[in-house]
């Protein structure tokens, strides 16, 4: 089976801007979670996908957004970014709800 | 925020010796997991610990959980340059709430 794959691994974009981060979840995985790394914050919850339903969704402004397809494929959406948006976004799959998490290799976002 | 809390920050052993980390945290558990992070990298699931359970192995690895204390440890045996990474203990308190990791711990081994 295929791992977790996120698009793009990296990418560099200017304030102001917005950006759109994709991730595939394991075939047969329902939920994806989105996550953002940071150092000083270390692994922040953002939101929860189940069945193209928001189920979770953590302490981030609404400049933060996501959406899951019919086929569990997730997107997340940033808009007007900002210095401090710059970090490792992470996507993971899990079959039925929140345990075991897989997750992707990551978005690398710089702001500048 | 996060619930849990790895101690020590950072570690760095010999290869061949023994590594432990711990994690604590604030409220009811279902379950307490750990993850490992190779640089830059996405995490991988390592062992999960259900609240009713004390200890759990799995190879190297050794997991135990005090939910008096609100604390488990991470050891890893026999250590190899490999199992340098980060490793992040997280929380899970049930009602298909999300997931709270720690910051966790970040492991040299050095060979």
């Known amino acids: 089976k295929a791992g977790v794959t996120q698009t793009p691994r990296y990418l560099i974009k200017t304030r102001g801007q917005q950006v759109t981060l994709s991730c595939s979840p394991i075939?047969?995985?329902?939920?994806v979670s989105w996550y953002q790394q940071t150092p000083g914050q270390g692994l922040q919850f953002l939101f929860e996908?189940?069945?193209?339903?928001?189920?979770n969704k953590g302490n981030f402004p609404g400049r933060f957004s996501g959406r899951q397809f019919s086929n569990s494929r997730s997107e997340m959406n940033v808009s007007t970014l900002e210095l401090g948006d710059s970090a490792l976004y992470l996507c993971?799959?899990?079959?039925?709800?929140?345990?075991?998490?897989?997750f992707g290799a990551g978005t690398r976002l710089s702001v500048l | 925020s996060q619930q849990g809390e790895e101690d020590p920050q950072a570690l760095s052993i010999q290869e061949g010796e023994n590594a432990t980390m711990n994690c604590s945290y604030k409220?009811?558990?279902?379950?307490l997991q750990w993850y490992r992070q190779n640089s830059g990298r996405g995490l991988v699931h390592l062992i999960l610990?259900?609240?009713?359970?004390r200890e759990k192995h799995s190879g190297r690895l050794r997991v135990t959980l005090d939910t008096s204390k609100k604390s488990s440890s991470l050891l890893i045996t026999a250590s190899r340059a490999a199992d340098t990474a980060s490793y992040f203990c997280?929380?899970?308190?049930?009602?298909?709430?999300?997931?709270?990791f720690g910051k966790g711990t970040r492991l040299s081994v050095i060979a």
């Open positions: 409220t009811s558990i279902n379950n």
């Open positions: 996908y189940f069945s193209e339903t928001q189920r």
């Open positions: 993971a799959s899990s079959f039925g709800g929140l345990s075991i998490q897989y």
């Open positions: 997280a929380t899970e308190q049930g009602g298909n709430t999300p997931l709270v």
């Open positions: 610990i259900r609240s009713n359970e």
């Open positions: 075939s047969g995985h329902r939920s």
